[in-house]
């Protein structure tokens, strides 16, 4: 997706007070942008005012920015969003995911390591241990090591990311790491990854329907994609819309979605949705609090704010992880419940036999390919989107 590079003007600026937030570094530069004035995903110019904000996480540029929302597939994008030129200057050499294992405590790495094991063995009892694995964002390499330790070879083992410092580490330890955007990689042979993750990166990326089609290409006959992103109908997103919802991560998150729009998105790139899952939200809380205290203009409170941040804010996040699990626990057993309520209201009020699977497509419910995607529109009880998609076969994937 193209668009026009230039300096700060009228519309950007456009719902924006002439100060900065309370707190706010006046040091901060003011950047270039790129206007996108269509969809990401589906090219539509249909939009509407969605959020405006500020870069409350890093502060590295004195910016206003807005979200849009498409008035045909729903997606979420940001327009203006920074010039391709100023990528260094908003995630700049300090940004976590170059350093998150330094950064994290020790009771805290503990558990975010046993949230990963269990969000990994959801998946792998569907897809099995692969024998080539791609890890695109892959930071630090924790994952790589993950994959390592279950048997797959190093030298099957691939990793994608920006950072020059963190690829060269991970070159030296073996792995086959390439400092590249998915878009301009040459490097992965065509049919040759068995299982490619790709966490908390979509929504950064410029053009994520090219994006897709990309990695498509690489996967191997029946090879897995699994996407984690944040979701639009989540709680928390729903709660602080407006302005501080941690999901925006403004300016680095470009398109958001939730599990309708990216539904589209994997599909319209030639691959088959087969679940959803939800993981617990707790970062998104975390930032979503703080930046409403800090950065609030009526009662701002940075004393307040730092309740929400890491090592002070521990049982904050603990607090967090614990309610989206009770949630989840809270609204499994209800989706059960209304599964054959429905299901047996359809029956009985259909004017002609039908077949099971008939009748679970009808009404909507969980059976088969749209089990979460379905779900996730009456429940939105989480933060974020788990989608593992399979390829439909080894046939070429046109780009757009």
Not at 107 to 131: C, E, M, Q
Not at 193 to 221: C, G, K, N, Y
Not at 324 to 346: H, L, Q, T
Request: net charge positive; charged share 25%; hydrophobic share 40%.
């Amino acid at each position: 997706m193209s668009g026009v590079v230039t300096k700060r003007g009228a519309e950007a600026n456009a719902g924006f007070a002439d100060a900065l937030p309370p707190g706010f570094s006046a040091h901060a530069p003011e950047i270039s942008i790129e206007h996108i004035p269509c969809c990401p995903v589906c090219g539509s110019a249909i939009r509407a005012h969605f959020a405006s904000g500020y870069d409350y996480e890093l502060q590295t540029c004195r910016n206003g920015w807005n979200f849009w929302q498409c008035g045909e597939c729903r997606a979420v994008w940001l327009d203006p969003r920074p010039a391709a030129a100023e990528l260094s200057v908003i995630y700049p050499r300090s940004y976590y995911a170059y350093n998150r294992s330094e950064k994290v405590t020790p009771i805290v790495g503990k558990a975010k390591a046993a949230l990963d094991r269990i969000k990994f063995n959801s998946f792998l009892r569907r897809t099995g241990i692969p024998r080539s694995f791609l890890d695109i964002g892959c930071g630090d390499g924790r994952y790589l090591d993950l994959f390592e330790r279950r048997g797959v070879p190093k030298d099957r083992i691939y990793g994608l990311d920006l950072s020059d410092e963190q690829v060269q580490r991970l070159c030296r330890r073996g792995y086959r790491a390439y400092r590249r955007q998915v878009e301009d990689c040459s490097e992965i042979p065509a049919g040759s990854i068995d299982l490619a993750i790709m966490f908390h990166v979509i929504e950064h990326v410029a053009d994520p329907v090219r994006v897709v089609r990309r990695i498509a290409e690489w996967l191997s006959p029946g090879g897995a994609l699994v996407i984690e992103t944040p979701n639009l109908d989540s709680w928390d997103a729903r709660l602080f819309k407006k302005q501080w919802w941690g999901g925006y991560h403004i300016p680095r998150h470009w398109t958001l979605f939730d599990a309708g729009t990216l539904r589209r998105l994997l599909e319209q790139s030639g691959l088959t949705v087969r679940y959803c899952a939800y993981q617990t939200g707790h970062g998104s809380w975390m930032n979503s609090f703080h930046h409403a205290a800090k950065y609030n203009s009526r009662l701002p409170s940075p004393s307040l704010a730092s309740w929400f941040e890491l090592p002070k804010g521990l049982p904050m996040l603990v607090a967090f992880t614990a309610l989206d699990i009770v949630r989840k626990r809270w609204e499994c057993p209800r989706r059960r419940f209304s599964w054959w309520v429905r299901s047996a209201m359809g029956a009985l009020a259909a004017p002609e036999p039908i077949s099971l699977p008939s009748m679970l497509w009808r009404y909507d419910i969980p059976f088969g390919p749209l089990h979460a995607l379905s779900a996730s529109r009456d429940i939105s009880v989480t933060l974020k989107l788990l989608c593992r998609v399979q390829s439909k076969g080894p046939r070429p994937v046109t780009r757009r």
